[in-house]
């Protein structure tokens, strides 16, 4: 299966539309500095390059590129730089010798909301409902594989959302990022 598409700019429109989202629910959350400096790996060449040539425009170009070649790289290498995945938090038991899941602090599980959020907005564009982030989560994979404790705060935020709108997830979330601060 040949991917011929090419879309640089196409591809930069998307990815900076996405960190300006990501961005703005930062400084909601209460974690303003810190998202200013979100995904700016995806300017590198690593992964720009690999991103505008999957681009899909409806979801992420790691999943096309993990179709065609049974990986991503870009995504290796994203997931290795930034803190708000939790595929980041993940080291090597020393009892068990396995890799196992650590908890996130705080800030990168507001920062991953956030990106989650925005990449539902970006992605579903008018079809998009304070649910979708849930229903993403809810459907894969991931509640199972990050820390327990990680998993319980990410889904209890994202069905605050889903239940209670924007205004009210993000207020609270920002007085647990003051509170913790402290």
């Not at 008018?126 to 459907?139: G, V």
């Not at 509640?143 to 209670?164: F, G």
């Amino acid at each position: 299966m040949k991917d011929t598409t090419f879309h640089p700019i196409k591809h930069f429109r998307t990815i900076t539309k996405h960190r300006h989202k990501v961005i703005s629910h930062c400084f909601r959350a209460g974690i303003g500095w810190q998202g200013l400096f979100h995904d700016l790996s995806k300017y590198s060449p690593t992964e720009f390059s690999e991103g505008a040539r999957h681009y899909l425009g409806t979801r992420s170009p790691n999943e096309r590129a993990r179709e065609l070649y049974g990986y991503s790289l870009a995504w290796m290498h994203h997931k290795g730089r930034n803190k708000h995945h939790y595929e980041y938090w993940r080291d090597v038991d020393p009892k068990i010798k396995q890799y196992v899941p650590i908890e996130m602090p705080l800030r990168y599980v507001t920062e991953m909301f956030c990106d989650r959020v925005a990449a539902c907005k970006i992605y579903r564009g008018k079809d998009y409902t304070d649910s979708a982030a849930l229903e993403y989560f809810l459907r894969g994979n991931a509640k199972n594989i990050m820390h327990p404790n990680t998993a319980v705060l990410l889904q209890s935020w994202l069905e605050m959302l889903a239940q209670k709108g924007e205004d009210e997830t993000f207020s609270y979330i920002k007085k647990l990022n003051r509170s913790n601060k402290s």
